[in-house]
Each structure stands twice: as C-alpha cells, then as structure tokens.
C-alpha cells in the first residue's frame, strides 16, 4: 500500500462509524469519509463471527490486497474502513475484490465515477 496509511485507533474507527458514508454488500460493509490529508488511511475489521484466528488473517490478507491492487483507481484523501461479513470467509479472492470495488464505486471514492 504505497499510497496509504493504516487507521489504528479505536476511536479513530468509532468516529468513522458514526459520521462516515456508507455501502454494504453480502462480503464486505465500506464506510469512508474525506480527511484533512493528502494520503488516504485504511482499516481493515473482521470480527469473530467471521471465523478462527487463520479464516480472519486470511480474509484480512486478501482485503488489503485487493486495495492495494486497486490502490491508483482510488481518490486520495480519505479514511476508508472496510468490515467483512461473515460470507467473506468463504468467499474467493476475485469475489472480494469485486465486491470491494463495487462499493468504492457507489461511494464515488473511484476516479471517474461519482456517488
């Protein structure tokens, strides 16, 4: 994640829970919102109904890939917090990273396309 810096502070995720947008899909919930930075800031969430300790480091791996691969597609400048549901364990990677798309999409976070 050249771009982007990880959100890691709990009350930097509840502040965002309550005043960001939102989008929500059957993988993955997305809450974003613009920030005073040049950089965008990312936090990834999977709780524990997702699965054991190896199905939710597996689905945290494949989020933050999938954002890293997108990473140029997405404006700079905002916090971004991406929560899995509990699909998401069984869901494969091009789902995710279809589904995380998608919702940057509605929420006009990508270049070209507006929310």
């Known amino acids: 994640m050249r771009y982007t ?15 960001g947008k939102s989008s929500v899909d ?16 990312l936090g990834i969430s999977v709780g524990t109904k997702v699965g054991k300790a190896v199905c939710r480091n597996r ?10 691969l997108s990473e140029r597609r997405i404006r700079p400048g ?10 998401a364990a069984a869901a494969a990677y091009r789902d995710i990273e279809t589904s995380l798309l998608n919702l940057c999409g509605k929420l006009g976070l990508l270049y070209g396309e507006v929310g």
């Open 5 to 19: 810096v990880s959100i890691k502070r709990n009350r930097d995720f509840k502040s965002l829970y309550r005043s």
């Open 26 to 41: 059957p993988y993955l919930v997305v809450y974003c919102r613009k920030n005073r930075r040049g950089e965008s800031r």
């Open 59 to 68: 689905v945290r791996r494949r989020i933050r890939e999938a954002y890293r």
């Open 78 to 87: 905002y916090d971004i917090i991406v929560v899995a549901r509990v699909r």
